[in-house]
């Protein structure tokens, strides 16, 4: 079993979806949580991170973070076409040497 | 403000050969952490570098190598090249006194191991 689980998808919603994309851990040291997009032939873009547990909102974007059951989210509200993209979480234990997961493909179609 | 730059975006290489990588933080960021993407692994953190000392080191094996220069600038280079080491190799950097959870990444140099 891998430290980070994160299904590959692809995930397609239609524009003004609500999506939910999700990664499990096994670590209990991690203390980092972040959440990163990565367009086709980019590098990783950091949208969102969280220390410890609880939600963190920006804009459209929601991360919320439960230790207790070793499970992050990460919700886009109103998802456009232009998030169309691979969703990459990645943890932490002491903000270095991230473990990041396998990516979800995400589709937003018109 | 310039984002963190890769040079060369492409290579191709034969087996047994080596490569070098280089990587130019974002101005005013001292460290510089590289990784290797695959689609079987994923990303996977190869090691940081701040202020010219390696300071944390993914499990790969001494044939990934890297060093900084005084000015933050890093290269990463590779020895006896394997077709396994075909990859998309990304650098990223963080502003001082942050770790990985403000990390800003380049556009990655694709390797190509024939």
């Known amino acids: 079993q891998k430290e980070v689980e994160q299904d590959p998808g692809p995930l397609s919603v239609p524009e003004g979806a609500i999506v939910s994309l999700n990664c499990t851990y096994s670590?209990?040291?991690?203390?980092?949580f972040m959440w990163y997009r990565q367009y086709s032939r980019k590098g990783p873009e950091l949208l969102m991170y969280?220390?410890?547990?609880g939600n963190k909102e920006d804009g459209r974007f929601t991360a919320q973070v439960d230790k207790s059951s070793k499970y992050i989210s990460l919700f886009i509200r109103d998802s456009q076409p232009s998030d169309s993209a691979t969703y990459l979480c990645?943890?932490?234990?002491?903000?270095?040497?991230?473990?990041f997961g396998r990516g979800t493909s995400l589709i937003v179609h018109p | 403000k310039a984002g963190v730059t890769q040079t060369p975006r492409y290579l191709i290489k034969t087996r047994g050969q080596q490569v070098t990588l280089s990587c130019s933080p974002i101005?005013?960021?001292?460290?510089v952490s590289w990784y290797q993407q695959t689609p079987g692994q994923g990303l996977q953190f190869l090691f940081e570098?701040?202020?010219?000392?390696?300071?944390n080191k993914g499990n790969f094996p001494g044939r990934f190598s890297g060093r900084q220069f005084s000015n933050s600038r890093s290269e990463m280079n590779v020895s006896t090249l394997e077709l396994g080491d075909s990859a998309l190799y990304l650098c990223?950097?963080?502003?001082?006194?942050?770790?990985?959870?403000?990390?800003?990444f380049g556009p990655g140099t694709r390797l190509l191991v024939l």
């Open positions: 570098y701040f202020s010219e000392t390696q300071r």
């Open positions: 990645a943890m932490s234990p002491g903000g270095y040497i991230p473990t």
């Open positions: 670590n209990s040291a991690f203390q980092y």
């Open positions: 101005s005013g960021h001292r460290s």
């Open positions: 990223a950097s963080s502003p001082t006194g942050t770790g990985v959870e403000t990390q800003y």
């Open positions: 969280t220390y410890s547990s």
